[in-house]
C-alpha cells in the first residue's frame, strides 16, 4: 500500500484486515449465491464490488492507515523522509499499484486457480482437443476483433486503423479463463470434450490476444515512424514457440518430475513443492511476455496424468479454499461502478458488451460445429468463453498509460466503456454457463473409438455393504500404489491412477461402476474378485472371534467406570432426534412385527421416515440378525434406511408385556425404536449409546413404566 508514513508492522496489520474481511465476505457472498442457485464465483464477485473502493470500501475508518477506507485509495499518497512528511500526487495510479500486497494475493490465486484446472484436465482429451481448442480460439479471436474494431469505426466513427478501434478490438479478444475454469470445475466438467476445448480455446485466445497486443503497441509506437513488422513477428514468433516448447517440455519430464518429488514421500510436502514449480514457471512465462496464468495451466496439465496429481490436489486443497476465493473477490474490487453514472458511457458500454457476448459465442460455436459438436456443445463451448474478466481490465490498464498524441490511447470515458463490458460478460457468464451445462445429453455427435469408456458393474445387497467394500478395495489400491482422488459426495465418482493406467469408479445406493477403457478392464475384475475373496476369508475370522448372542449379552451390563459428564453428553445429544410426538402410551399389537410397524407408522406422521415398508423391512433385516429384545423388559430395534430422513427415535409400551427371546426371558414392556439415514455423518451408534445409558438405570425403567402422559416420558430422557 502506498503509504509510506505507515510503518511495516502497521502496513500488514492493515493486509491482515482486509484478508479477514475478504474471506468472510468471499464465503458468504458464495453459499448466497449457492442457495440461489448460482455458481459461487459470482457472489464472490459481486462481494468485491460490494466491499470494494466504489461503495463500503470507501468509507472512512477511525483508524491509522485507514482515513479513506478500509479498501478506498487516493492519488494524494503520503510520503516521508529526512523528518519530512508531505503529499504527492500519482497519475493514473490504481487500484492495484495502491494495494499491490493485496493484489500479489490475487496473483497467486488466480496462478492456484489454473494450476488446479490443469490438473483436473484430461491430458489425453486436452492432445486430441487441441486442434478444436486452436481453430475455436482462432474463431473466437477474429470475430471479436472485427465486433469490437467494429465499435471504433461505426458507433465512435474512427478510422479502421485507429489506435482506439484496435484497442476496442483487443479488449474483445482475451478470455478470462479462470472465471470459466472455476465454472467448469464447480460442475465436474472439465474433463468433457466441451470443457477441455473451451479450456484449450481459452489458453490459445490468451496466446493470441497477447500477441495482438504486441502488434497493436507496437503500431502506436511506430505511428509516424513506420511500423517495425520484424520486431512484431519475431515478439510473435517467440510467444508461439515459448508456448509450445514449454508444453513438450513440461509433458516430456512430467513423469521424471513425479517420482522426484515422491522421494518427499509426505504429499503435503511433495504437493507443496510441485506448487512451487507452478510458480516458478508462471515467473518464467510472465518474463517471456506471456500471461502467468498460462504458464500455470501448462504446468497443472504436465502434471495431471501422474500418480501424484490426486495427491497433490488433495494437499493444496485448503491453500486453494483460501486464495482463489481471495481472486476473485479483488477481481470485483477492480470495477468501476461510477462507469454506469454517465448515459452515454452506459449505452456504449451495454452495446459493446452485447457485441462481445454474440462474438465469442458465434465465433467459437460456429468452428466448434464442424469439429465434432453438436449444437448442446458448441453453444457450451461458446458460453464458456464469455468472460473477459481480469485479462481485459489489464489490456484497459495498457490502453489507459499507452500514449497516442500526447494523450491516452484510452480515455477515461473508454475506460468506463471497458468495465462495463467486463462487469456485463463476467457477471452473465457464470449463470448462462451454469444453465447450458445442465442440458442433459452429450455435446458430441459420436464418441472416439479409441476414446470408447466401457463401464463394468458390480451390484451388492446392501448399501453399507457397498460402503464396506468399497474400502477395503481402497485399501487394496493403495497398496498396490495407486493414487486416488476422494470420493464426490455429490456424483459419487472417485479417480484412480497409476503411471499410465487410470480409471474412476461411481458409487450409487448398492452399486459400484468402473469407467475405464476397454484394455483396463481385466485388471478391474481382478481387483474386485480379489478384495472379495479377502473380504470373505476376514468375515470368517470375524466370526470366530465373537457370537453375536454373547454381545448382546454384554450390552446391558453394568458398568461404573463411565464418568458422569459422559452420561450428561449422551442425554444432551438424545434431545436432538427425540419428539414428544414420537410415543405411544400403550401398543395395540401383541407380535414384534406388529409393534415394529406402529412405531414406524408414528415416526412417518412426523415425516421422520418417508418409506414405511423399507423401512420396516431394515429394522426386520437387523433383526434377523440377533434379536434386539435385551433384559429388563426393554427392546431397542433400530436400522439405517434410505428411507428415514432424518435421525429419529420412537418409544412404545406394552404394560403386561409380549413374550419375546428376551435374554432374561421376562416380558419386554418397553420399546424404542432407533432409525437414521444412510448417511454415515449421522450418530447412529451415539444414539443407541444414549438410550442404553438411559435404559441401563433401574429407576428410569420403573419411572417410565409407571408414566402416564407422553410429556412425563420426555421429562425422564432429560434428566441431568
Known sequence: MLNFNLSIAQQIAVLALQLGVIIFAARWCGDLAKKAKMPSVLGELLAGIIIGPCLLGKIPLPFHGMEHGLFGFTDKVVISGDNIIGEAIIS??????????????????????????????????????????????????????????????????????????????????????????????????????????????????????????????????????????????????????????????????????????????????????????????????????LAMIIGAYVTGLSLSKTDIAFAVQRALQPLYNFLVPVFFVIMGMLVDISAFLKPEVLKIGLLYSLLAIVAKVLGCAIPALFMNFNTIGALRIGCGMIPRGEVALIIAGIGMTTLYDGEPVLNADLFGVAIIMTLVTTMISPPILSWILNFKGKGVRREEKDMQVLHTPFSFNSPILTEFILRHL??????????????????????IRKDNLSFALTVSGQNITFESNPDEVPFIKTLMFETIIALHLEMEDLKKLAQPEDLRQDFFKEDNTAAPEAAHNHRNSILKTFRRDAIIMELQSSDKAGIFMELINLLAKNGAVADIQECFDAVMERESIVSTCLQNGIAMPHCRSKSVNRPALAIGFKHEGCCFDSLDGKPTRIFVLCVSPTDFRNPHIEALATVGTILNSPENIRDLLNSTTPGEVYQIFQRQ
Open 474 to 495: 481402497i485399501d487394496n489400491l493403495a497398496k498396490e500404489g495407486y493414487m486416488f482422488s476422494q470420493l464426490d459426495k455429490e456424483s459419487g465418482v472417485m479417480q
Open 92 to 289: 493514473n495510479i490504481s487500484f492495484q499499484s495502491y494495494y499491490s500486497s493485496l493484489y500479489a494475493f490475487a496473483t497467486v490465486g488466480s496462478i492456484m486457480l489454473l494450476f488446479i484446472s490443469g490438473m483436473e484436465t484430461d491430458l489425453r482429451m486436452f492432445i486430441r482437443y487441441s486442434l478444436t481448442g486452436t481453430l475455436v480460439g482462432i474463431g473466437g479471436v477474429i470475430l471479436s476483433f472485427a465486433f469490437g474494431m467494429g465499435v471504433g469505426i461505426f458507433i465512435l466513427d474512427l478510422p479502421a486503423m485507429h489506435p482506439c478501434s484496435l484497442f476496442l478490438g483487443i479488449l474483445c479478444t482475451a478470455t478470462s479463463v479462470g472465471i470459466t475454469a472455476r465454472i467448469l470445475s464447480e460442475q465436474k466438467k472439465i474433463d468433457t470434450p466441451e470443457g477441455v476445448t473451451t479450456l484449450a480455446a481459452a489458453v490459445i485466445d490468451d496466446v493470441l490476444g497477447i500477441i495482438c497486443l504486441a502488434v497493436v503497441t507496437g503500431i502506436v509506437a511506430s505511428t509516424g515512424k513506420g511500423t517495425d513488422w520484424g520486431s512484431i513477428g519475431w515478439l510473435s514468433l517467440k510467444c508461439v514457440g515459448f508456448y509450445l516448447a514449454a508444453s513438450a517440455i513440461g509433458l516430456l519430464i512430467a513423469g521424471q518430475t513425479a517420482k522426484w518429488l515422491k522421494k518427499y514421500q509426505t504429499a503435503t510436502v511433495y504437493a507443496a513443492l510441485t506448487f512451487g514449480l507452478a510458480l516458478l514457471v508462471s515467473g518464467l512465462f510472465e518474463q517471456q511476455g
